[in-house]
């Protein structure tokens, strides 16, 4: 009922930075209760981790790794949350993936998008 696209992934130098999006349409009522936006990322056969969360109320995490670095925002008007990367790191290449779950702790996965950081 739900559908999350990502965008916004590329190929950047070190230290540069891209902005991810991850667009949410479907279902209008789960989108505009307005639920958790977090994003992952994985690298090729490791385990998907998490890097950041947008939590109701505007409450933000980061993972460790990218602590700084990285900032999640929400444009509820849009229905569209993002993912602002500086600084990038070689480290930092991976697949990265949105996740929204509504009100009702449902929960959708975009598709992916690639992000590759140059040393």
């Known amino acids: 009922q739900v559908q999350l696209v990502e965008s916004g992934g590329g190929l950047v130098q070190a230290g540069g930075s891209l902005r991810l999006s991850c667009a949410a349409s479907g279902n209008i009522l789960s989108i505009i209760a307005m639920g958790w936006y977090r994003w992952y990322r994985q690298v090729l056969g490791k385990q998907r981790e998490l890097v950041a969360t947008f939590a109701r109320g505007g409450v933000t995490d980061y993972a460790d790794s990218v602590k700084g670095r990285f900032t999640v925002s929400r444009d509820n008007a849009k229905n569209t949350a993002y993912l602002q990367m500086n600084s990038l790191k070689p480290e930092d290449t991976a697949i990265y993936y949105c996740?929204?779950?509504?009100?009702?702790?449902?929960?959708?996965w975009g598709q992916g998008t690639r992000v590759t950081v140059s040393s």
């Open positions: 996740n929204y779950e509504t009100t009702s702790h449902v929960k959708y």
